[in-house]
């Protein structure tokens, strides 16, 4: 039937809803339980390097790093539908920007990787509207095109290494926040509490990014984002500037994404405009971990993520084949779980730990 | 300012492709609450004309006043929060957004009403088009009838002062079209003025206040519906008979 009764309808002059018959969520029980149990899991994550191993805290930055721009790919490409596969020009870049920061500016490596942020996203702020003429498979060619092209220009600086790249020295590090303390606190060498505060600067950097997206994917701002990706036309026939959520997508992704390019170097102490702008390191990995997790939800890459570092713990000793059992993998999730293996598991028992769905209820008393 | 009863005004507007003229020389009046239907034969440029009103299309010439304002070249998504809501013929709804997201969307940033007004809003009009048991369903997996629902609703949902309407009737059994031309008459209460495109005709009929026939991207005559409907150009469109 079409409907029923036709009731009043406030279309026009509508009195301040005093009434509410409606009301609509995204919590569940389920999902009250899991942000226990995440924050049970992080005070776990900050108290770890008081008893885990150096190479434990080494794995979990790299985990914290790769999850980072898995989450930060999936709002871009899964929410937002820019499928952009360039996304390693932002890490180089940001790479590049701290390494300039530090060793010609002689700045601070905290202060180093506010800056890589900032000028990564005014980099991508001047190269988006040149990539946002281009649609679809386009773009995605596109974006790659832009990530060589800015890799060509960093192998230019000879100040910075040209083609070879450069190192930074272990003294830069004497400038970390906390390290005095860390190495106090746990006795342990400079390079150990290095790590620790590395570890811990990588930790915030994943949750805090984690929530904001989270947070943005359940705002008005996060379904204006949706609906313009499903539909550009309709979403601008119902009000929403979709061009200007996008290019404020592409940069906020960007100028987060040239962070954790900065932090990434500053742990790896070396950098080379191969290394940075690697799109197998930066894009690969990233697009693998949210494919086989699950796309467009908040789980699926740090499932993802998991996955790609057993594969790693377990297969990096036999060279190349560990590469062919990541494709192969890839290959087969997406042929038989297109929505990826969180996202099967999720849509077969009906489990949703961090929900993004505005459900709407009639309240029991109308 | 001039006393003008006119809601929406169409003067000289034109397009083309190329050498194939989608509207010419179009002139049209909307008056405050009127509803007013649109007829003619698939490709006429009924679907065009909507397009060049809400701004999916740019005319070559020609201007198009809302309430005294010129909105020839106003944005799309700007238009509709000055008040301009349409359905689409074939509909496009956001696939990965549940129905009730889809009208959301349209109450947040169309009406631009706050969460807490868009709960209630959304409500409302999803119970009036008979969505209510489908709010939680992603919209990609409605069939057919219902994605023709949701056009009207998610329109609705912008709260328009004109609303445009792309065959919404088309497929409906007897008593489904009646409740619809019952929930359209309901709109109208609210002071909103309605261009209907239909090929319903009875359906069309019994709402509008005048009617429109369009040939060729022309308007070919326009007036009280039973007139353009005896008309020998209507006449001539239809049935083939020489004008």
Known sequence: ?366 | MMANRSMLELKGISKAFGAIVVASDIDLTLSRGEALGVIGPNGAGKSTLFNLITGMLRPDRGRIILEGEDITQMPPEARCRAGLGRSFQIPLPFTHLTVFENLSVAALFGAQVSEAEAVQLCGEILSLTGLETKANVLAGSLPLLDRKRLELARALATRPRILLLDEIAGGLTDAECHLLVETIREIRKGGVAIIWIEHVVHALLAVVDGLIALDFGKIATQGAPADVMRSKEVQAIYMGVPA
């Not at chain 1, 794995?59 to 790093?65: A, H």
């Not at chain 1, 290394?275 to 690969?284: G, I, L, M, P």
């Open chain 1, 1 to 366: 039937m079409m409907l029923d009764r036709p009731q009043h309808l406030p279309l026009v002059a509508d009195p301040a809803p005093a009434n509410t018959v409606w009301r609509a969520t995204s919590e569940t029980r389920l999902s009250r339980v899991a942000r226990i149990a995440g924050l049970a899991a992080l005070a776990g994550l900050i108290l770890l390097p008081a008893i885990a191993p150096r190479t434990l805290l080494q794995d979990l930055f790299f985990v914290f790093t790769i999850l980072t721009l898995a989450q930060l790919w999936n709002v871009l490409a899964g929410w937002g539908g820019l499928v952009s596969v360039g996304q390693q020009a932002f890490v180089g870049l940001g790479a590049y920007v701290l390494f300039a920061a530090i060793g010609l500016g002689s700045l601070d490596p905290v202060s180093s990787i506010a800056i890589a942020a900032v000028a990564t996203a005014i980099i991508a702020a001047l190269i988006g509207p040149l990539l946002f003429r281009l649609e679809g498979p386009y773009f995605a060619i596109g974006s790659w095109v832009a990530a060589e092209s800015l890799r060509l220009v960093c192998a230019q600086f000879k100040s910075l290494g040209g083609g070879t790249g450069m190192s930074l020295q272990s003294s830069v590090y004497s400038s970390l926040p906390g390290l005095k303390s860390v190495q106090n606190l746990f006795g342990v060498r400079p390079a150990i509490a290095r790590d620790i505060v590395l570890y811990w600067i990588a930790l915030a950097i994943v949750v805090v990014v984690m929530l904001a997206i989270y947070r943005f994917v359940k705002s008005r701002h996060g379904l204006a984002l949706a609906a313009s990706r499903d539909n550009d036309r309709a979403a601008g026939s119902v009000g929403v500037r979709t061009d200007r959520i996008r290019f404020a997508l592409w940069v906020a992704v960007a100028g987060m994404t040239g962070a954790i390019g900065a932090l990434a170097y500053l742990q790896k102490a070396r950098i080379s405009p191969d290394a940075a702008f690697s799109v197998t390191d930066w894009t690969a990995y990233v697009l693998f971990v949210v494919i086989i997790g699950g796309v467009r939800t908040i789980e699926g890459p740090v499932v993802g993520v998991m996955i790609l570092w057993g594969l790693i713990f377990y297969l990096s000793q036999y060279g190349s084949l560990y590469l062919l059992v990541l494709g192969v993998i890839a290959i087969l999730v997406m042929l038989f779980m297109p929505k990826g293996i969180w996202g099967a598991a999720s849509h077969r028992w009906n489990v949703q730990l961090f929900p993004t769905q505005r459900r709407l209820f009639r309240n029991a008393y109308h």
